[in-house]
């Protein structure tokens, strides 16, 4: 009985989304009026303990984590509101006419970077858009972007997942962020090769093995370098960026027409580069003098957008829009936080890793990643899905005596796949591909990849938990 009501407030908000389809900001909300219920009244928690478990839930989800999400999603918003993207787009387009090259270089390159940077699902709508837009067939489109959307969704929009997940549980962000670099390195490496089996299947895979192994050398060396000796908040940008680099030099087609400058690219990206060159630069400032990545972000877009000749007040209306537009999955993270910290103090999140202890055992390992997988199936976010089981998956992980920063890793890299067939996911994915209505059609398509990265992943956290990769 314990347990059941412990667990409940998960299993309302998982009814309420799935099964009653609420939006999620009220599914949210009604998940944590129901959670602070049997917190008071079963689990003899104070008012102001929940109160002051609510409040620190809400802080952390508006700041920072709230901060960096609008920040990053505004300098997305800058470079389509100054017609930047589409001279990007265009510099993307000029690699190669080669289906599988262009696949990799947007999938694993810009689709990489966009989930650096914003995350919320633009790494799946505007790769798969742009690949559409290009003449590949929507469905690989869609499905390759969902697919390579698995492991950057840790380190997404600035690394908010593992700063999260750190405070959820607890744990130093550049200790869980280079655990968690570590233990998706194989899931990751595999990505490229399932990118080139979705354009071609196997014939693909035969004739462009090579560069398939060049983007992930060229991804996952300054992909995990970063997030080992550096922080969350790079890795993917940088890794997306290299890829970017390194496929349009190796991957090159100098029979393709060239009709776009360098200048006009450097121009383009101007909102990115200063972002990524403010961020570089605070990753090594000590951490007392330390502002919030979040202010960093906004203040590099502000300037950029003023040198792409963007009025200012144009920007202050296009944050306001972006504000307007992502407002409700802010009160969802907000929500789910509060949820977290009244269910860590009420000591359910107890109950819950004590019945995973005891009915898993030394195995449990194994099941990490698919707890995270449900989070990330049923909230469509990394986020989210670090919020809901962050503090479930370090308390096993202390039970039993593993690393407390393996499990939670195991869990935001669960996340990340089980995002690959969320509904939110193939939703937004759909929609930037033409192809609504279509959904099942693309979870049936994507299912089949799902299953075996899951398993493997799984084996991965099982048979390595007892390494030590600190």
């Not at 990206?269 to 060159?277: I, K």
């Not at 409700?328 to 910290?341: D, E, H, P």
């Not at 959904?439 to 299912?447: N, P």
Request: positive net charge.
């Amino acid at each position: 009985m314990q347990l059941l009501l412990a667990i409940s407030p998960i299993i309302i908000l998982i009814i309420t989304l799935s099964i009653f389809k609420i939006a999620a900001h009220k599914a949210a909300v009604i998940s944590f009026l129901f959670g602070t219920i049997i917190s008071y009244f079963y689990f003899g928690t104070g008012v102001k303990t929940i109160q002051c478990a609510t409040l620190n839930g809400v802080k952390t989800g508006l700041f920072p984590i709230a901060l960096v999400i609008i920040s990053a999603l505004y300098t997305y918003g800058i470079t389509v509101s100054s017609g930047a993207m589409e001279k990007i787009k265009e510099s993307l387009k000029c690699v190669s006419l080669n289906e599988e090259v262009l696949m990799l270089l947007i999938i694993c390159g810009f689709g990489n970077f966009m989930e650096g940077m914003a995350g919320f699902g633009t790494a799946v709508g505007v790769p798969a858009a742009l690949l559409v837009g290009i003449g590949i067939n929507p469905y690989k489109a869609v499905i390759s972007a969902l697919i390579a959307n698995t492991a950057p969704t840790a380190f997404g929009s600035i690394g908010v997942p593992i700063t999260t997940l750190s405070d959820v549980g607890c744990l130093n962000p550049l200790k869980l962020s280079g655990v968690t670099s570590a233990i998706q390195l194989s899931v990751m490496a595999i990505v490229p090769f399932c990118v080139l089996f979705v354009a071609n299947g196997f014939k693909s895979i035969k004739r462009y093995w090579k560069l398939a192994l060049i983007t992930d050398i060229a991804f996952l060396v300054p992909w995990w370098g970063i997030a080992k000796f550096v922080g969350c908040e790079l890795p993917d940008i940088i890794g997306g960026i290299s890829v970017m680099l390194v496929l349009g030099f190796f991957g090159r087609d100098d029979k393709h027409t060239k009709n776009i400058t360098f200048k006009s690219v450097m121009y383009a990206w101007l909102p990115f580069s200063l972002v990524v060159f403010a961020l570089s630069i605070l990753a090594f400032v000590p951490s007392e003098y330390k502002i919030s990545p979040g202010i960093v972000i906004f203040i590099a877009a502000t300037i950029g957008g003023l040198l792409q000749k963007l009025s200012p007040l144009r920007l202050v209306k296009e944050f306001y829009q972006t504000f307007l537009k992502y407002h409700k999955a802010i009160v969802t993270i907000c929500m789910v936080l509060a949820l977290s910290k009244v269910m860590d103090e009420s000591g359910m999140i107890k109950v819950m890793a004590t019945a995973l202890v005891d009915s898993t055992g030394r195995f449990v390992a194994f099941f990490s990643p698919l707890v995270g997988a449900l989070g990330g199936f049923v909230t469509g976010s990394g986020t989210s899905s670090s919020v809901l089981f962050g503090g479930l998956q370090v308390d096993t992980a202390k039970n039993l005596g593993f690393s407390p920063e393996w499990f939670a890793a195991a869990n935001v890299m669960g996340a990340g796949i089980g995002k690959m067939i969320s509904p939110q996911s193939i939703a937004i994915g759909a929609a930037a591909t033409s192809l609504i209505g279509k959904e099942g059609d693309i979870l049936k398509k994507t299912f089949m990849y799902f299953v075996p990265i899951i398993i493997w992943a799984s084996l991965i956290c099982g048979l390595l938990a007892n390494i030590k990769l600190d």
